[in-house]
Protein backbone atom coordinates (compact mmCIF):
# COMPACT_ATOMS: atom_id res chain seq x y z
CA UNK A 1 0.00 0.00 0.00
CA UNK A 2 3.03 2.68 0.93
CA UNK A 3 4.34 1.67 -2.89
CA UNK A 4 0.94 2.59 -4.36
CA UNK A 5 0.72 5.75 -2.43
CA UNK A 6 3.76 6.82 -3.72
CA UNK A 7 2.91 6.40 -7.15
CA UNK A 8 -0.44 7.71 -7.07
CA UNK A 9 0.89 11.05 -5.24
CA UNK A 10 4.41 11.51 -6.73
CA UNK A 11 4.05 9.84 -10.11
CA UNK A 12 5.20 12.12 -12.55
CA UNK A 13 6.05 14.97 -10.07
CA UNK A 14 8.90 16.87 -8.78
CA UNK A 15 9.88 14.53 -5.55
CA UNK A 16 11.89 15.32 -3.00
CA UNK A 17 12.73 12.68 -0.47
CA UNK A 18 13.38 13.60 2.82
CA UNK A 19 16.07 11.98 4.09
CA UNK A 20 17.70 11.75 7.91
CA UNK A 21 19.50 8.56 7.67
CA UNK A 22 17.22 7.28 10.30
CA UNK A 23 15.54 3.66 9.89
CA UNK A 24 12.02 5.98 8.61
CA UNK A 25 13.50 7.82 6.11
CA UNK A 26 15.39 4.90 4.94
CA UNK A 27 12.36 2.72 4.08
CA UNK A 28 10.83 5.92 2.45
CA UNK A 29 13.94 6.40 0.44
CA UNK A 30 13.61 2.42 -0.95
CA UNK A 31 9.85 2.89 -1.35
CA UNK A 32 10.62 5.26 -3.79
CA UNK A 33 12.92 2.90 -5.66
CA UNK A 34 10.50 0.32 -5.20
CA UNK A 35 7.49 2.29 -6.62
CA UNK A 36 9.75 3.54 -9.87
CA UNK A 37 9.34 6.98 -9.25
CA UNK A 38 11.96 10.00 -10.25
CA UNK A 39 13.38 11.78 -7.01
CA UNK A 40 15.93 13.59 -5.39
CA UNK A 41 16.68 12.43 -1.41
CA UNK A 42 18.40 15.41 0.59
CA UNK A 43 20.08 15.46 3.74
CA UNK A 44 20.09 19.12 4.94
CA UNK A 45 23.14 19.16 7.63
CA UNK A 46 23.31 21.42 10.64
CA UNK A 47 26.37 20.18 11.90
CA UNK A 48 24.95 18.92 15.19
CA UNK A 49 24.80 15.44 13.89
CA UNK A 50 26.57 12.16 15.21
CA UNK A 51 29.14 11.66 13.07
CA UNK A 52 28.18 7.83 13.03
CA UNK A 53 24.93 8.82 11.06
CA UNK A 54 27.15 11.56 8.64
CA UNK A 55 29.33 8.39 8.03
CA UNK A 56 26.37 5.81 7.65
CA UNK A 57 24.56 8.26 4.76
CA UNK A 58 27.82 8.96 2.66
CA UNK A 59 29.08 4.95 2.88
CA UNK A 60 25.21 3.64 1.94
CA UNK A 61 23.47 6.65 0.20
CA UNK A 62 25.61 8.30 -2.22
CA UNK A 63 23.33 9.52 -4.36
CA UNK A 64 21.89 12.27 -1.37
CA UNK A 65 22.58 15.33 -1.54
CA UNK A 66 24.01 17.44 1.62
CA UNK A 67 22.14 20.83 1.66
CA UNK A 68 24.36 23.21 4.03
CA UNK A 69 21.95 24.88 6.53
CA UNK A 70 24.06 27.14 7.96
CA UNK A 71 26.31 30.19 6.85
CA UNK A 72 28.98 30.08 10.37
CA UNK A 73 31.13 27.30 12.19
CA UNK A 74 29.13 25.70 14.88
CA UNK A 75 31.03 27.92 17.35
CA UNK A 76 30.32 31.22 16.16
CA UNK A 77 27.03 30.55 15.13
CA UNK A 78 26.22 29.72 18.89
CA UNK A 79 28.16 32.57 19.90
CA UNK A 80 25.88 35.11 17.97
CA UNK A 81 22.55 33.31 18.96
CA UNK A 82 23.49 31.12 22.10
CA UNK A 83 22.90 27.68 22.57
CA UNK A 84 19.46 26.64 21.17
CA UNK A 85 16.61 25.40 24.18
CA UNK A 86 13.41 24.06 24.27
CA UNK A 87 11.83 27.88 23.41
CA UNK A 88 14.33 29.00 20.68
CA UNK A 89 15.09 26.49 18.85
CA UNK A 90 17.42 28.26 15.36
CA UNK A 91 19.01 24.97 14.75
CA UNK A 92 15.60 23.55 13.64
CA UNK A 93 14.98 26.88 11.87
CA UNK A 94 18.08 26.75 9.58
CA UNK A 95 17.05 23.34 8.24
CA UNK A 96 13.31 23.84 7.88
CA UNK A 97 13.44 26.37 5.04
CA UNK A 98 11.31 25.23 1.74
CA UNK A 99 13.70 23.47 -0.66
CA UNK A 100 12.82 24.76 -3.91
CA UNK A 101 12.29 23.10 -6.87
CA UNK A 102 9.87 20.39 -5.32
CA UNK A 103 6.15 19.56 -6.18
CA UNK A 104 6.32 17.00 -3.09
CA UNK A 105 7.78 15.60 -0.48
CA UNK A 106 7.92 12.11 0.61
CA UNK A 107 8.56 12.22 4.54
CA UNK A 108 8.99 8.95 7.09
CA UNK A 109 6.51 9.93 9.65
CA UNK A 110 4.48 7.74 11.58
CA UNK A 111 1.88 7.82 13.53
CA UNK A 112 2.92 5.55 16.17
CA UNK A 113 6.23 7.32 16.65
CA UNK A 114 3.62 10.00 19.39
CA UNK A 115 0.58 11.16 20.30
CA UNK A 116 1.64 14.64 18.88
CA UNK A 117 2.54 13.11 15.44
CA UNK A 118 -0.70 10.81 15.49
CA UNK A 119 -2.64 14.59 15.96
CA UNK A 120 -0.56 17.19 13.66
CA UNK A 121 0.15 14.58 10.53
CA UNK A 122 -1.76 12.63 7.50
CA UNK A 123 -0.75 10.69 5.10
CA UNK A 124 -1.16 13.40 2.66
CA UNK A 125 -1.39 16.65 3.49
CA UNK A 126 0.11 20.39 2.73
CA UNK A 127 2.33 22.25 4.51
CA UNK A 128 1.83 26.13 5.48
CA UNK A 129 4.37 27.65 2.67
CA UNK A 130 2.32 25.75 0.43
CA UNK A 131 4.22 22.44 -0.75
CA UNK A 132 2.43 19.18 -0.31
CA UNK A 133 3.82 16.19 1.25
CA UNK A 134 3.12 12.63 1.65
CA UNK A 135 4.15 10.34 4.49
CA UNK A 136 3.91 6.96 2.96
CA UNK A 137 4.55 4.58 6.29
CA UNK A 138 2.44 7.10 8.67
CA UNK A 139 0.43 3.51 9.73
CA UNK A 140 3.38 1.72 9.95
CA UNK A 141 4.83 0.22 13.60
CA UNK A 142 7.99 -0.15 14.43
CA UNK A 143 7.96 -3.84 13.47
CA UNK A 144 6.88 -2.94 9.99
CA UNK A 145 10.22 -0.76 9.43
CA UNK A 146 12.21 -3.28 10.82
CA UNK A 147 11.00 -6.18 8.75
CA UNK A 148 11.24 -3.93 5.81
CA UNK A 149 14.57 -2.90 6.09
CA UNK A 150 15.61 -6.44 7.66
CA UNK A 151 13.80 -8.44 5.11
CA UNK A 152 15.53 -6.62 2.09
CA UNK A 153 19.02 -6.83 4.03
CA UNK A 154 19.16 -3.23 4.14
CA UNK A 155 21.69 -1.93 6.88
CA UNK A 156 21.17 0.23 9.35
CA UNK A 157 23.23 3.17 10.99
CA UNK A 158 25.27 1.89 14.38
CA UNK A 159 23.71 3.99 16.69
CA UNK A 160 20.58 1.28 16.48
CA UNK A 161 22.78 -1.46 17.76
CA UNK A 162 24.53 0.78 20.63
CA UNK A 163 20.73 1.19 22.01
CA UNK A 164 19.78 4.00 20.68
CA UNK A 165 16.04 4.23 19.38
CA UNK A 166 15.88 7.35 17.97
CA UNK A 167 18.77 9.41 15.52
CA UNK A 168 18.99 12.79 15.81
CA UNK A 169 20.72 15.86 17.00
CA UNK A 170 23.85 15.41 19.59
CA UNK A 171 22.65 17.13 22.64
CA UNK A 172 18.50 18.06 21.33
CA UNK A 173 17.53 20.68 24.01
CA UNK A 174 13.84 18.49 23.01
CA UNK A 175 14.86 15.33 24.76
CA UNK A 176 17.40 16.84 28.20
CA UNK A 177 17.32 13.32 29.61
CA UNK A 178 19.52 12.15 26.91
CA UNK A 179 21.99 15.25 27.24
CA UNK A 180 24.32 14.34 29.64
CA UNK A 181 24.90 11.20 27.73
CA UNK A 182 25.28 12.88 23.96
CA UNK A 183 28.26 14.78 25.59
CA UNK A 184 29.87 11.79 27.15
CA UNK A 185 29.70 10.01 24.09
CA UNK A 186 30.79 12.55 21.55
CA UNK A 187 32.82 15.01 23.71
CA UNK A 188 34.21 16.97 20.76
CA UNK A 189 30.88 18.05 19.76
CA UNK A 190 30.36 19.09 23.70
CA UNK A 191 33.37 21.19 23.25
CA UNK A 192 32.27 22.98 20.35
CA UNK A 193 29.16 23.77 22.10
CA UNK A 194 30.40 24.88 25.30
CA UNK A 195 33.17 26.93 23.25
CA UNK A 196 30.18 28.47 21.50
CA UNK A 197 28.60 29.28 24.42
CA UNK A 198 31.35 31.10 25.84
CA UNK A 199 31.42 33.52 23.22
CA UNK A 200 27.80 34.02 23.57
CA UNK A 201 28.03 34.93 27.35
CA UNK A 202 31.16 36.98 26.64
CA UNK A 203 28.75 38.90 24.16
CA UNK A 204 26.36 39.42 26.92
CA UNK A 205 28.52 40.72 29.58
CA UNK A 206 30.21 43.22 26.70
CA UNK A 207 26.66 44.86 25.84
CA UNK A 208 25.83 45.44 29.82
CA UNK A 209 23.74 42.19 30.20
CA UNK A 210 21.17 43.35 28.73
CA UNK A 211 20.27 42.44 25.08
CA UNK A 212 19.22 44.56 21.94
CA UNK A 213 15.54 45.24 23.17
CA UNK A 214 16.65 46.08 27.01
CA UNK A 215 15.90 43.01 28.32
CA UNK A 216 18.38 41.12 31.05
CA UNK A 217 20.15 38.23 29.69
CA UNK A 218 18.84 35.54 32.49
CA UNK A 219 21.62 32.82 31.88
CA UNK A 220 24.06 35.64 34.09
CA UNK A 221 22.42 34.81 37.08
CA UNK A 222 24.05 31.67 37.02
CA UNK A 223 27.43 33.66 37.23
CA UNK A 224 29.71 31.95 35.50
CA UNK A 225 29.27 29.96 31.90
CA UNK A 226 30.08 26.71 33.08
CA UNK A 227 27.23 26.91 35.65
CA UNK A 228 24.94 27.89 32.83
CA UNK A 229 26.37 24.85 30.60
CA UNK A 230 25.68 22.36 33.15
CA UNK A 231 22.18 23.69 33.66
CA UNK A 232 21.61 23.60 30.05
CA UNK A 233 22.67 19.83 29.77
CA UNK A 234 20.38 19.23 31.97
CA UNK A 235 17.30 20.95 31.52
CA UNK A 236 17.67 22.21 27.54
CA UNK A 237 17.42 25.70 28.92
CA UNK A 238 20.14 28.16 30.08
CA UNK A 239 18.02 30.04 32.76
CA UNK A 240 16.72 29.46 36.01
CA UNK A 241 13.55 28.21 34.74
CA UNK A 242 11.51 24.50 34.74
CA UNK A 243 10.17 23.87 31.29
CA UNK A 244 6.53 24.03 30.44
CA UNK A 245 6.81 21.09 28.71
CA UNK A 246 7.73 17.91 30.50
CA UNK A 247 7.58 15.98 27.18
CA UNK A 248 10.66 14.40 26.66
CA UNK A 249 10.71 14.17 22.91
CA UNK A 250 13.63 14.67 20.43
CA UNK A 251 13.38 16.51 17.41
CA UNK A 252 13.16 13.39 14.59
CA UNK A 253 12.92 15.69 11.70
CA UNK A 254 16.76 16.00 12.34
CA UNK A 255 18.45 16.75 8.66
CA UNK A 256 15.01 16.12 6.56
CA UNK A 257 14.39 19.63 6.18
CA UNK A 258 10.79 19.40 8.02
CA UNK A 259 9.67 20.64 11.50
CA UNK A 260 7.07 18.81 14.18
CA UNK A 261 4.39 21.89 12.82
CA UNK A 262 4.81 21.40 9.45
CA UNK A 263 1.96 18.55 8.91
CA UNK A 264 -0.76 21.03 10.85
CA UNK A 265 -3.05 21.71 8.49
CA UNK A 266 -4.35 24.89 7.61
CA UNK A 267 -8.07 26.00 8.82
Not at 71 to 79: A, H, M, N, W
Not at 140 to 147: K, L, P
Not at 239 to 247: C, E, R, S, V
Amino acid sequence: MAVDRIRYYCDGKKTLCAFSGGKDSQVCYHLCKDAGIVFSAQYSITRFEPPELIGFIRANYPAVTFRRAYRRSLVDEIGYNGLPNRWFRWCCDAKHKKTPGFDIAVIGVRAAESPRRKANWRTFGRKKDGSWYICPIFDWTDADVWEYLNGKGIPHCSLYDEGFHRIGCVCCPLAPSNMRRDAKRWPKTAAMLYAGFCKNWEKAINAGGKTVHGKFYRMLEWGSPRAAFEHWLNTGMTIKAKADDPADEPCLFAGTGFSESDGREEN
